[in-house]
């Protein structure tokens, strides 16, 4: 079984020491949560929903992660853009360019 290294003083420090020398700044409470709201949009969750977690009290503030958001037939484009057969399964598509037409 495996343990935690839990982080120490030492450990803390060095880390801010090298994140120095490359030339970043600590994270900040306000980067965590657009990294949240970004992941979750990506990840395919309702703007509404994401509105209520993210606790926006106007949807135009949530929208700004819409971008983030995939478009119904992205999951289909990757899966053509990867697939190793030209007959797409079930999508009534026999060439991969037609997907992008």
Sequence with gaps: ????????????????REQAAAGLRPPRWHDLR?????????????MRTLQEWMGHRDIETTQLYADYA???RDAELVAA????????????????RSLYA
């Design 81 to 96: 853009a990867f697939s190793r057969d030209d007959n797409l399964v079930g999508s009534g598509l026999s060439r991969r």
């Design 70 to 72: 995939p478009r119904s």
């Design 1 to 16: 079984m495996q343990t935690r290294r839990r982080a120490t003083p030492q450990t803390i420090c060095a880390g801010q």
């Design 34 to 46: 657009h990294t949240f709201g970004t992941a979750m949009a990506a990840a395919g969750v309702p």
